[in-house]
T-cell receptor, first 114, second 117 residues
């Protein structure tokens, strides 16, 4: 079954601290993996997109890693800010044999506090 | 450049009623997608338009859901008659690249929160 599992389900950290969110997937065939940030009441916004050959990609304070062999990804947030409070969703795009569809995780709800 | 817009932002209806959701994609984007997030669950694919044609509607739950994209611009998603389990947030997304492209970045709208009582 094509699935994307994320951990932890929720996380509370203090402003300025770092954190790492995890994603494991069983989606096949694999095309790429995306991390989205979704603020309350808004739609998901893409942070990074990584293909099979990429094992790390950064976007400002966000750094995503991908291990296609173990089918794991992580999103590391450095020096967190209050505005980082949001849901972070790991999404895997299936390849042509899978209809090019996106498979979503349930997200990690991050809260950054003072 | 305006992003993907959706209307209404919220809708509360009674079981058995009809509701129509609208999505305006980013101008020039041929690909338009509908997704749904039921409370506590992950976002799931409903269907994909390429211009005015339905490319993939394998995620549509049942025949109470009807999506259209006349003229290949905006799209509507009608639920008739609505049931309790249809409650959730309906997202629309659009992309410029062909769906076969490895990137195919999709831009999401803010969603329509549908509550069926």
């Amino acid at each position: 079954k094509n699935q994307v599992e994320q951990s932890p389900q929720s996380l509370i950290i203090l402003e300025g601290k770092n954190c790492t969110l995890q994603c494991n997937y069983t989606v096949s065939p694999f095309s790429n993996l995306r991390w989205y940030k979704q603020d309350t009441g808004r739609g998901p916004v893409s942070l990074t997109i990584m293909t099979f050959s990429e094992n790390t990609k950064s976007n400002g304070r966000y750094t995503a890693t991908l291990d296609a062999d173990t089918k794991q990804s992580s999103l590391h947030i450095t020096a967190s800010q209050l505005s980082d409070s949001a849901s972070y969703i790991c999404v895997v795009r299936r390849g042509a044999g899978g209809g090019n569809k996106l498979t979503f995780g349930t997200g990690t709800q991050l809260k950054v506090e003072l | 450049e305006a992003g993907v817009t959706q209307f209404p932002s919220h809708s509360v209806i009674e079981k058995g009623q009809t509701v129509t959701l609208r999505c305006d994609p980013i101008s020039g984007h041929d690909n338009l997608y509908w997704y749904r997030r039921v409370m506590g669950k992950e976002i799931k694919f409903l269907l994909h338009f390429v211009k005015e044609s339905k490319q993939d509607e394998s995620g549509m739950p049942n025949n109470r859901f009807l999506a259209e994209r006349t003229g290949g611009t905006y799209s509507t998603l009608k639920v008739q008659p609505a049931e309790l389990e249809d409650s959730g947030v309906y997202f629309c997304a659009s992309s410029h690249h062909a769906s076969g492209s490895s990137v195919n970045e999709q831009f999401f709208g803010p969603g329509t929160r549908l509550t069926v009582l």
